[in-house]
């Protein structure tokens, strides 16, 4: 799948997600649905965004034992929906019956991405809290191999981190990276944060973009001027 810039569609109900999306006429961006929209109305909302032609990735970050994992993930792939992850945390074992579940009989599957470390868990909460030692840039790119060895197509990490990523893991492991903001605009909660631009430089496969276009004055000016900072002509 080629590179491309995903909207972060976290909105609390499918009116709002359909009301945004209809400003879009002369484009069909690459669409996230996270657990608030996904809780809030089910299969019937990717059911819809597929029926009007977004790609999807669906972002529910399962982590449960393997059989559990392995069961869901077999209904999520009957959605048809593009992409899938989970967390890197639940084992080896647990990504491994993931992407059992997730494969169809004709072989075909969504793709599969791994979460390494969450942006929002500081190096010291993961030292004290989690009992993981080391740097966080240690255990990501642990995860990320652990990942990779499970077969795994790439994971969901930091712009920042995606270059190590693609050392440890080779340039064809994809990295999805949020935390992106334009040059002039607001940081929000986020901390680690890069350009589109700059992602584009460093790498990484695709960004997912929220509140940058979704609360900008004119979304689709930001996701056009973001899709072209990223290198993409849309
Ligand atoms: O509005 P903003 O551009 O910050 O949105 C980023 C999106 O990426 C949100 O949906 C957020 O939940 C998600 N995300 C993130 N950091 C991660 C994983 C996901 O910001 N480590």
């Known amino acids: 799948m080629k590179r491309d810039v995903i909207i972060a569609c976290d909105f609390a109900s499918a009116e709002a997600t359909y009301a945004?999306?209809?400003r879009f006429t002369e484009e069909k961006p690459f669409v996230k649905i996270g657990m608030e929209l996904y809780y809030a109305e089910g299969p019937s909302v990717v059911r819809e965004l597929r029926r009007r032609g977004h790609k999807i990735f669906l972002d529910l970050k399962l982590h449960d034992i393997p059989n559990t994992v392995q069961k869901a993930m077999a209904v999520l792939s009957r959605l048809e929906v593009d992409?899938?992850?989970?967390?890197?945390?639940?084992?080896?074992?647990?990504?491994?019956?993931?992407?059992?579940g997730l494969t169809r009989e004709d072989g075909s599957r969504p793709i599969l991405l791994a979460v390494t470390q969450l942006t929002s868990t500081?190096?010291?909460?993961?030292h004290?809290?989690?009992?993981?030692?080391?740097?966080?840039?240690?255990?990501?790119?642990?995860?990320?191999?652990?990942?990779?060895?499970?077969?795994?197509d790439g994971v969901v990490c930091s712009p920042l981190e995606a270059g190590m990523v693609k050392e440890q893991c080779g340039k064809d492991f994809l990295?999805?990276?949020?935390?992106?903001?334009?040059?002039?605009?607001?940081a929000g909660d986020q901390v680690r944060i890069t350009t589109p631009a700059r992602a584009k430089e460093i790498g990484t496969d695709f960004i997912v973009v929220g509140r940058p276009i979704t609360a900008a004055e004119d979304p689709v000016e930001a996701y056009r001027k973001c899709m072209r900072e990223f290198g993409i002509e849309s």
């Open 20 to 22: 945004f999306l209809d």
């Open 122 to 126: 500081s190096e010291e909460r993961m």
């Open 128 to 152: 004290d809290e989690l009992l993981i030692s080391g740097s966080i840039t240690d255990c990501v790119c642990h995860y990320a191999r652990l990942a990779y060895e499970a077969g795994l």
């Open 83 to 100: 992409m899938v992850n989970l967390h890197a945390a639940g084992t080896k074992a647990m990504m491994e019956a993931a992407l059992k």
């Open 175 to 186: 990295t999805v990276t949020p935390g992106i903001r334009f040059a002039d605009g607001q």
